[in-house]
């Protein structure tokens, strides 16, 4: 069936290091996102990139989306980036629906 | 502005009890889903609503009722729930009619627990 496979599905990090979160997906997609859930629950927008490039600040992703695969990197990591990371899309074929990876749990050590 | 606001933030029910939770976003979006999130889990779709009509009912107990009274509210109403219904209920919103091609902005979610 169609999924999203997130990994590693845990990282533990020092603080400055450099990371690279992976998402796989099964068949086309319409829509990508990445998500950053704190603690607290809240999911917070980092990324809507479907294809292409995009970078904010520390954050950066690409999707190759023709290679069904997209990449989110953190650089000069800081304990404030621990959480959780979803990568979420909406299937060509499915519609109306955003499907949920497993999530890359995500610890950054002073 | 990309708020998405959920009332309450936390909801502790009984089994017996009859509940509402409440999502409101005031982007001119027009479609609101509901999501439940199980603890160690990824959020899961229950319900989407486009224009104000449901459009999606993921197969959803019908304890769970959803109503959308306008463009900017969307309310789940609980009644008869189980104990394995606790989770984090999660509301977001998207520009279009349609999650395609369309980001989704989430709430901050009610912790719900029911005894």
């Known amino acids: 069936g169609i999924q999203v496979e997130q990994s590693p599905p845990d990282l533990i990090l020092q603080e400055g290091a450099n990371s690279t979160l992976r998402c796989n997906f099964s068949?086309?997609?319409?829509?990508l996102q990445w998500f950053h859930q704190n603690p607290w629950g809240q999911l917070i927008n980092l990324f809507y990139?479907?294809?292409g490039t995009k970078q904010n600040g520390r954050l950066s992703a690409t999707t190759v989306a023709t290679e069904r695969y997209s990449l989110l990197y953190i650089s000069s990591s800081q304990t404030t980036d621990s959480g959780v990371y979803f990568c979420?899309?909406?299937?060509?074929?499915?519609?109306?629906?955003?499907?949920f990876g497993g999530g890359t749990r995500v610890l950054v050590k002073p | 502005d990309t708020e998405v606001t959920q009332t309450p933030k936390h909801l502790v029910m009984g089994m017996t009890n009859k509940k509402s939770l409440k999502c409101e976003q005031h982007m001119g979006h027009r479609a609101m889903y509901w999501y439940k999130q199980k603890a160690k889990k990824p959020p899961e779709l229950m319900f989407v609503?486009?224009?104000?009509?449901?459009?999606i009912n993921e197969s959803v107990p019908s304890r769970f009722s959803p109503e959308c009274p306008n463009s900017s509210l969307l309310n789940l109403h609980l009644h008869a729930l189980q104990p394995e219904d606790s989770a984090l209920y999660l509301c977001?919103?998207?520009?279009?009619?349609?999650?395609?091609?369309?980001?989704?902005?989430f709430g901050p979610g009610t912790r719900l627990t029911v005894t």
């Open positions: 977001a919103s998207s520009r279009t009619g349609t999650a395609r091609f369309s980001e989704q902005y």
């Open positions: 990139i479907p294809s």
């Open positions: 068949d086309s997609v319409n829509n």
């Open positions: 979420a899309v909406v299937f060509s074929a499915a519609g109306n629906k955003l499907t």
């Open positions: 609503y486009s224009y104000e009509k449901l459009s």
